[in-house]
T-cell receptor, first 115, second 112 residues
Framework: KAGVTQTPRYLIKTRGQQVTLSCSPISGHRSVSWYQQTPGQGLQFLFEYFSETQRNKGNFPGRFSGRQFSNSRSEMNVSTLELGDSALYLC??????????????FGPGTRLTVL | DAKTTQPNSMESNEEEPVHLPCNHS???????IHWYRQLPSQGPEYVIH???SNVNNRMASLAIAEDRKSSTLILHRATLRDAAVYYC?????????????FGKGTSLLVTP
């Protein structure tokens, strides 16, 4: 069974541009979450989607948005890029909305560099 | 979710057991204890989770204190491949979402 895939793996953008990252969850998984990882802040939760609906959102500005499609694939978008948005963006999938026991499966991430 | 405290780093020799501690003194009765690890240049991966009793799987064992205010992840024979950042995370069983609070984790160095 294929794991979580993220595209592209690497991306270089300049300040002010926007970017769209894509995530394909494990087949059969309907919940997708996004995280940002930076050396200073570590791993921080961005948002979670299930059945095309955003269920949870982390403490990030409105420039960060996402969506989920009917096939459970998800995209996240960052508009008006800032230097501080340079990070590894990780996508994780799960079978269904969380309980305390369900595990998340992470993709390899997309490394975004903003110049 | 309640907060966890882990040492910043630990070091182990290859093929020796490793005990990674985690303190969670404000844990509630419905919090599960999860461990994830992140190998270099990879996304995090699930290791193990438990509620009250000790748990074993093919990767590791989880020992939970009787008062549940601390837990220990045990790698029985560390290999070089186990060098990673290990995260101890509490998850409320009633949680309706998957927002994991990773914290800083423990960076494990394994030396030959």
């Amino acid at each position: 069974k294929a794991g979580v895939t993220q595209t592209p793996r690497y991306l270089i953008k300049t300040r002010g541009q926007q970017v769209t990252l894509s995530c394909s969850p494990i087949s059969g998984h309907r919940s997708v979450s996004w995280y940002q990882q930076t050396p200073g802040q570590g791993l921080q939760f961005l948002f979670e989607y299930f059945s095309e609906t955003q269920r949870n959102k982390g403490n990030f500005p409105g420039r960060f948005s996402g969506r989920q499609f009917s096939n459970s694939r998800s995209e996240m978008n960052v508009s008006t890029l800032e230097l501080g948005d340079s990070a590894l963006y990780l996508c994780a999938s799960s079978l269904a909305p969380g309980s305390g026991t369900n595990e998340q499966f992470f993709g390899p991430g997309t490394r975004l560099t903003v110049l | 979710d309640a907060k966890t405290t882990q040492p910043n780093s630990m070091e182990s020799n290859e093929e020796e057991p490793v005990h990674l501690p985690c303190n969670h003194s404000t844990i509630s009765g419905t919090d599960y204890i999860h461990w994830y690890r992140q190998l270099p240049s990879q996304g995090p991966e699930y290791v193990i989770h438990g509620l009250t009793s000790n748990v074993n799987n093919r990767m590791a064992s989880l020992a939970i204190a009787e008062d549940r205010k601390s837990s220990t992840l045990i790698l029985h024979r560390a290999t070089l491949r186990d060098a990673a950042v290990y995260y101890c995370i509490l998850r409320d069983s009633g949680s309706t979402g998957y927002a994991l609070n990773f914290g800083k984790g423990t960076s494990l160095l394994v030396t030959p």
